[in-house]
């Protein structure tokens, strides 16, 4: 099998080689597979500790997941983000605040005029029922001078900045707390420009879209 070259030199012949090389073989590719095998296992061992540890997931795409919030977990976000917004009562100090519910009672007693804030954008796709726009309402001051006002935004801020110009100019005037967010997370229904009820709500931008299941979030 060896063949010997004058000089000293060894060279091996074809089977020779062969059989080497697959002794090789059988030695190197079992270990390569034994590597993959371990490199698998670890694989799997991550992916089952990141689902655990996050919770129930959505599948979004052929290999993307998402996590998903529940109603109850939205409502302390918007919590959150309106007391943040509001600054622990830095800004507008001193506005008073009414909730959903309240305020349900107070349409239901005919004792509110309710004043949406927002931008056409936004109150176009649809408005808490019985609201005027914030145009409506400055077009005719003197008409409400007597009267409760209640005005909303998406989450409060835009519509407590305005409470406080309106207290200031001597209306008896509440804000919303947590806007149209609150309203939805209490079941409440909006109406589009027709009047018609609808569940699709306009939710100024992706950090606010916290409604409820059931909505209809537009950004």
Excluded at 56 to 67: C, D, H, N, R, V
Excluded at 148 to 161: D, K, L, P
């Amino acid at each position: 099998m060896l063949r010997l070259y004058r000089g000293g030199g060894i060279v091996l012949c074809r089977s020779a080689y062969i059989e080497m090389m697959r002794k090789f073989a059988n030695k190197i590719v079992p270990s390569c597979f034994a590597i993959l095998r371990s490199f698998e296992i670890v694989i799997t061992i991550i992916f089952v500790l990141f689902v655990f540890s996050n919770g129930p997931l959505m599948l979004t795409g052929a290999y993307s997941f998402e996590k998903t919030e529940t109603d109850s977990e939205k409502i302390k976000k918007i919590d959150a983000l309106y007391e943040g917004y509001r600054g622990g009562g830095r800004y507008f100090e001193g506005v008073a605040e009414i909730t959903a519910s309240k305020l349900l009672q107070m349409k239901n007693a005919g004792k509110v005029v309710l004043v949406d804030s927002r931008t056409p954008e936004e109150y176009r796709v649809s408005m808490i029922p019985d609201a005027i726009t914030k145009a409506e309402f400055e077009s005719n001051l003197n008409a409400y001078k007597n009267a409760t006002i209640v005005v909303y935004c998406t989450i409060g801020v835009r519509s407590g900045r305005y409470v406080e110009a309106l207290l200031n100019d001597g209306f008896d005037a509440y804000n919303l707390k947590c806007g149209v967010l609150s309203w939805a997370h209490g079941g409440e229904m909006f109406v589009d420009r027709n009047g018609t009820e609808t569940k699709m709500v306009h939710v100024f931008g992706s950090k606010w879209n916290l409604l409820p299941s059931g909505y209809e979030p537009i950004e």
